[in-house]
């Protein structure tokens, strides 16, 4: 009977919550555009003019431990027709996941030269957090 109540006392403290008060985890997201920031806080990115698309990477740097995702939006795309029919093309890859070993993810931009002139807003979101950056297709 003895071991019956020593075998309950461990169940129980072994199923207790622990009293230490745990912190809240604060995400943090920035992104890296990789590119020079005028005064006026524009990046500025040559697109190639020998080429249909100019291939870009952008960085983003998190306090993430672990992979997660990223979803990438921007506010810019471009046409294209094949065989007929027209498909809208995003410029920026939509997702990406964060390296558990440093926190950062990388997405590729792929403005066109029909977009040269364009400013394009670049956002990146992951959970509740967001940031973003305006890039000027020079």
Not at 19 to 34: D, L, R
Not at 67 to 90: K, L
Request: charged residues 15%; glycine residues 6%.
């Amino acid at each position: 009977m003895k071991y019956l109540f020593l075998l309950l006392g461990i169940l129980v403290m072994s199923c207790s919550t622990p009293t230490s008060p745990t912190e809240t985890f604060q995400a943090e997201i920035s992104i890296e555009s990789n590119l020079i920031k005028d005064a006026n806080g524009y990046f500025h990115l040559d697109v190639v003019r020998s080429n249909q698309q100019t291939l870009h990477r952008i960085s983003l740097n998190t306090n993430y431990d672990k992979s997660t995702r990223v979803e990438w939006f921007a506010n810019s795309s471009w046409i294209y027709n094949h065989m007929g029919f027209d498909f809208d093309v995003p410029v920026i890859n939509g997702v990406s996941y964060t390296s558990p070993d440093d926190g950062s993810a990388q997405t590729m931009f792929a403005p066109v030269i029909e977009l040269v002139g364009d400013t394009v807003t670049v956002i990146a979101v992951s959970g509740s957090v967001a940031d973003s950056v305006r890039i000027v297709l020079d």
